[in-house]
């Protein structure tokens, strides 16, 4: 079978081989210089990796190729909304241009899909929303964009929030979002009946921001987990930071972890700085999902960030304390496998699976995921997107 590109000589964790790529795929894992094809690139050892996925990002905030904007700290969440709204209406640049940045910034280090939220609410309206969509089909070869519609501003307290993201739905987004339901608008069961019906209104999964502490927060998970089994919506739900299970008694956490798994909840980690980080390793164990995603990316709301996975997973792991090369291989699967399934796609190296790669110098997954070495070779659908941490 005739190959479009051939990776000669690669390593997949130890052995070393030729993979065949063919219409987007990996057609074929071969032993090492067997396979011919239209081009054949000499891998010299380089070990495979599936592409990283981003599980949570926000496309629409970031700053990247602005000149430097000191980050102005606010006590609270409500102040710093309010500040973002601020400086966002003090730029002039297009919002697209920043977030393109990004994108070929994030393919550059090996990120081959990506789950961003956009920010939906009265004073931004659909209009980032849109933006986004016009980015999602410019750069549709370098990386695969899911969108979740975020209510940055609010549900039940913001009102017209609820038209307008059902909106956002219909125009286009892939997954309803929710933000706080107690913490920002003091009103638990009101926001989650309005953020579960538009979803399943519309057929489309969720992922909710949910920073609330302590056991405030350990009960909002588990009413998540409730209303998910009520609509049937196992495997479709996520919750990003959970920064609660980090900060509850054995009781509840057990309690709240089982809930999550039984509903088949997903949990997003970004390693948090400042913030308590979940307990990994044991949300595993108990059968919670666990993804990983890079959140805020020089913006409002952190002067951090680069958008790499593979450093990400470093942070994950260094503050989740995976340290064996079975956590470490955990660390690797939270930026691939377990991000790809929360956005319902495949990820893998196995023939027939998408031909999404990056190659990096390292004899394996542990010590890939220990190092972040730099990204040699990242190929989307079977085509070479980046070099040397390049765009070609
Ligand atoms: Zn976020």
């Known amino acids: 079978m005739p190959h479009d590109l051939v990776l000669a000589g690669c390593a997949l964790?130890?052995?070393?081989?030729?993979?065949?790529?063919?219409?987007?795929?990996?057609?074929?894992?071969?032993?090492?210089?067997?396979?011919?094809?239209?081009?054949?690139?000499?891998?010299?050892g380089l070990l495979v990796l599936p592409g990283l996925v981003d599980g949570h990002i926000h496309l629409d905030k970031t700053y990247l190729g602005l000149p430097w904007r000191p980050h102005r700290p606010d006590a609270t969440v409500a102040g710093r909304i309010e500040a973002e709204k601020a400086e966002r209406r003090a730029i002039a640049e297009p919002m697209a241009l920043r977030a393109r940045r990004l994108v070929e910034q994030v393919v550059a280090r090996g990120t081959t899909a990506l789950r961003t939220h956009v920010d939906v609410d009265t004073e931004v309206g659909l209009a980032g929303?849109?933006?986004?969509?016009?980015?999602?089909?410019?750069?549709?070869?370098?990386?695969?964009?899911q969108i979740v519609a975020f209510p940055q501003s609010g549900v039940v307290s913001h009102p017209g929030a609820a038209g307008l993201l059902e909106e956002a739905i219909r125009a286009g987004?892939?997954?309803?979002?929710?933000?706080?339901?107690?913490?920002?608008?003091?009103?638990?069961?009101?926001?989650?009946?309005?953020?579960?019906?538009?979803?399943?209104r519309q057929g489309v999964g969720l992922d909710i921001h949910l920073h609330d502490p302590g056991e405030l927060g350990a009960y909002e998970l588990r009413r998540i987990a409730a209303r998910t089994r009520a609509?049937?919506?196992?495997?479709?739900?996520?919750?990003?930071?959970a920064y609660a299970l980090a900060m509850v008694e054995e009781a509840t956490l057990a309690r709240t972890a089982a809930a999550l798994a039984e509903a088949g909840v997903a949990v997003m980690t970004n390693?948090?700085?400042?913030?308590?980080?979940?307990?990994?390793?044991?949300?595993?164990?108990?059968?919670?999902?666990?993804?990983v995603g890079s959140d805020n990316i020089r913006d409002a709301w952190s002067p951090y960030g680069n958008g790499d996975m593979l450093e990400r997973a470093r942070l994950v792991g260094y503050r989740a304390a995976l340290?064996?090369?079975?956590?470490?291989?955990?660390?690797?699967?939270?930026?691939?496998?377990?991000?790809?399934?929360?956005?319902?796609?495949?990820?893998?190296?196995?023939?027939?699976?998408?031909?999404?790669?990056?190659?990096?110098?390292?004899?394996?997954?542990?010590?890939?995921?220990?190092?972040?070495?730099p990204r040699e070779l990242v190929v989307k659908a079977g085509r070479v997107v980046a070099r040397a941490g390049r765009l070609v």
């Open 173 to 200: 987004a892939d997954v309803m979002g929710g933000l706080d339901p107690a913490g920002i608008d003091e009103d638990i069961e009101g926001q989650l009946g309005i953020v579960f019906g538009i979803a399943e």
């Open 323 to 373: 340290l064996t090369d079975a956590e470490l291989r955990l660390g690797l699967d939270l930026v691939t496998a377990a991000s790809a399934r929360v956005m319902g796609r495949e990820s893998g190296i196995a023939e027939g699976a998408p031909a999404d790669l990056v190659l990096v110098r390292a004899a394996h997954g542990p010590e890939a995921v220990a190092g972040a070495p």
């Open 231 to 241: 609509a049937g919506m196992q495997g479709r739900v996520a919750v990003s930071h």
């Open 271 to 291: 390693g948090p700085g400042p913030e308590p980080i979940m307990p990994v390793k044991r949300l595993v164990a108990e059968g919670v999902a666990v993804f």
């Open 129 to 145: 929303l849109h933006a986004l969509l016009a980015l999602r089909a410019e750069v549709a070869h370098l990386c695969d964009i």
């Open 13 to 44: 964790d130890g052995e070393k081989a030729d993979l065949g790529l063919a219409g987007g795929r990996i057609a074929r894992i071969a032993p090492p210089e067997t396979l011919t094809g239209a081009e054949v690139l000499r891998c010299d």
